[in-house]
C-alpha cells in the first residue's frame, strides 16, 4: 500500500438491539490509508476490535461500487458523508484529515428503526413500494420496440428518477424524516413512462397512503434531501408527486386508501 | 364527498391546503400593501382609501370571513404538521448541520416566524381594525401616527416586517413545489421572486409607519 495515513478519532453510536438504549463510544483509527474507502476504514477498525476481543460495529454494506443503496449512515451529521452524489462506500478516506473527529451515527427517523449500532430497518421502503410501486403486465412475447412511443426527453427524465437506489439518505436528511424524495422518485419514473400510466392515480394514492401509514414526516421543502441524494435526484419529482396525487384524488375514480395498506 | 375530507388527511393534501391557504395571504399582502401605498399620496389619499375601502361594505366582510377561515386553517394544520414532523424523529442526531447547503434561516424558522406573525397579526388588528377601534372621532391617519409615536410599537412593527418577510421567503416557492408547479422553465423565476417580494414585503410595509411620521 502506498500513499499517505491517518489517523482518525472515531465517536460512533453503539447499540446492541431495537429495543436496546444505545450510547456513544470513542475508537480511535490508527494509520488509515487515505486510499481506503469508508467502509474499509470501518473494515480495519472492526479487525481491531475482533483482536482486542471486542464486538465490532455493525454496518450495512454490500456492493461497494456505490450502485445498490445499502450502505449509509451519517458522517458529522451529513448523510454518506462531505461528499456530493456519493454513496459512503464511494466515499475515501483522502476526503479527511489526519486527527479529525468522525461521529458516526444510524439514519435517525421512526419510519427506520435501528437494528443494531449503524444498521437501521429500511423495510418501510420495500412497504412503500409493495403499496404499488410496480406495473402490472402480461408477461409473454416480447413487444415490439416501437409499439410504445416514448419521447427522448421523457425517457431520460424517467431514468434519472429511476436512479434511486432506495439508500434513504434522503429521509436521514431530511429535518421531518420525510420520505418524500424516494417516493416521488419511485412515482416518477413509472409515471413519466406509457406503461406506467394506466395504474398512475390508484400508484400515487396508495403509495402516499402507505408511506404516512409508516411514520414518515410531511415535506417542508428544505430541500436537503435534494442535496444529500448519492444519485442526485431532484426535488421535481416531489413536485410531480404532487401534481400527481392531487390529480388522482381529485380527478380519478380511484379511492385513496384508509389508513395505507401495513400497519 | 368523504374522499374530499380523506384527502386533507393525507401528507400531501395537508401539505397542499397549507400551500393555497399561503397563496390567498400573499394575494392578501400584495393588495394590502397597494392599498396602503396611497399613503405616498399624502393624508388625504390615505384616509380616502380607507374610506372606499369601508365602503365596500359586506363585500368587505365576505373578504375578511374568507381570510379568517384559510387563517384558521393555515394555523391548525401548522400545528398538526409541526408535531407530526417532530414525531417522525424520535432521536435527534448528535451532529446536525446543513453541509449540502439545502435549508435556509427562512426554511428552517417556518413554524417560529409563523408563530411570530400570528402574534403580530393579532395586535395588528387590535390596533387599527375598524371592527375593534372607534374611528367616529379620529381617522385612520390619527390613530396610525399616535400608534408609531410610540418608539417600542414603531419597533416592534418594523421588526414584525422582517419576520413576515422570512416567513414569505421561503412560503412563496415552498408554495409552488407543494402544488406541484415546478418546471425547469418558471422555477428560477418563482425561486427569485420569492426573495424579491419577500424584500418588498419589508421595505414596503416597513416604510408606511416611518412615511405616516414624516408626514405629519
Known amino acids: 500500500m502506498s500513499g499517505k495515513h491517518i489517523n482518525l478519532t472515531l465517536k460512533i453510536w453503539r447499540q446492541n438491539g431495537p429495543q436496546a438504549p444505545g450510547s456513544w463510544e470513542i475508537f480511535p483509527a490508527k494509520d488509515i490509508s487515505t486510499e481506503a474507502s469508508f467502509l474499509e476504514m470501518l473494515d480495519i477498525v472492526n479487525e481491531q476490535l475482533a483482536l482486542a476481543g471486542k464486538e465490532p460495529v455493525a454496518f450495512d454494506h454490500d456492493c461497494r461500487e456505490g450502485i445498490c443503496g445499502t450502505c449509509g449512515c451519517a458522517v458529522n451529521g451529513r448523510p454518506h458523508g462531505p461528499d456530493r452524489e456519493t454513496t459512503l462506500c464511494q466515499l475515501h478516506m483522502r476526503r479527511f484529515r489526519d486527527g479529525d473527529t468522525l461521529v458516526i451515527e444510524p439514519y435517525r427517523a421512526r419510519a427506520f428503526p435501528v437494528i443494531k449500532d449503524l444498521v437501521v430497518d429500511r423495510s418501510a421502503f420495500d412497504q412503500v413500494i409493495q403499496a404499488g410501486g410496480f406495473v402490472s403486465v402480461n408477461t409473454g412475447q416480447a413487444q415490439d420496440a416501437n409499439s410504445l412511443p416514448v419521447p427522448r426527453n421523457k425517457a431520460e427524465e424517467a431514468m434519472d428518477a429511476a436512479a434511486c437506489i432506495g439508500c434513504g439518505a434522503c429521509v436521514a436528511a431530511c429535518p421531518n424524516a420525510a420520505g418524500m424524495l424516494f417516493v416521488s422518485a419511485k412515482v416518477s419514473h413509472l409515471a413519466l413512462l406509457p406503461q406506467g400510466r394506466p395504474e398512475a392515480a390508484k400508484r400515487a394514492l396508495s403509495m402516499v397512503a402507505q408511506m404516512d401509514a409508516l411514520g414518515f414526516g410531511n415535506c417542508t421543502n428544505h430541500k436537503e434531501c435534494e442535496v444529500e441524494c448519492p444519485k442526485g435526484i431532484s426535488i421535481r419529482n416531489i413536485a410531480r408527486l404532487n401534481r400527481e396525487f392531487i390529480r388522482a384524488a381529485v380527478a380519478s375514480t380511484e379511492k385513496i386508501p384508509a389508513s395505507g395498506g401495513g400497519q | ?216
Open chain 2, 1 to 216: 364527498m368523504i374522499w374530499v375530507v380523506r384527502i386533507f388527511t393525507t401528507s400531501i393534501g395537508k401539505k397542499q391546503l397549507m400551500a393555497l391557504t399561503g397563496l390567498l395571504f400573499l394575494l392578501f399582502l400584495a393588495t394590502h400593501l397597494l392599498g396602503n401605498l396611497s399613503i405616498y399620496g399624502g393624508q388625504g389619499a390615505f384616509i380616502s382609501y380607507a374610506e372606499h375601502l369601508h365602503a365596500l361594505g359586506k363585500l368587505l366582510v365576505v373578504a375578511e370571513v374568507g381570510l379568517v377561515v384559510a387563517l384558521l386553517i393555515h394555523i391548525t394544520l401548522a400545528v398538526i404538521l409541526f408535531f407530526e414532523n417532530r414525531k417522525a424523529r424520535p432521536i435527534q442526531y448528535a451532529v446536525d448541520k446543513s453541509g449540502g447547503g439545502g435549508r435556509t434561516f427562512s426554511s428552517q424558522t417556518m413554524p417560529y416566524t409563523g408563530f411570530l406573525i400570528l402574534a403580530f397579526v393579532i395586535f395588528h388588528l387590535a390596533t387599527f381594525s375598524h371592527h375593534i377601534v372607534d374611528q367616529t372621532h379620529r381617522n385612520i391617519f390619527q390613530i396610525a401616527y399616535e400608534l408609531f409615536s410610540n418608539k417600542g410599537i414603531l419597533i416592534f412593527y418594523l421588526a414584525a416586517m422582517v419576520v413576515v418577510a422570512l416567513h414569505v421567503r421561503h412560503g412563496l416557492w415552498s408554495a409552488f413545489q407543494t402544488i406541484g408547479a415546478n418546471h425547469p422553465k418558471y422555477m428560477p423565476f418563482i425561486e427569485w421572486l420569492s426573495i424579491i417580494f419577500a424584500i418588498i414585503v419589508a421595505v414596503g410595509f416597513g416604510s408606511l409607519p416611518l412615511a405616516i411620521l414624516a408626514l405629519k
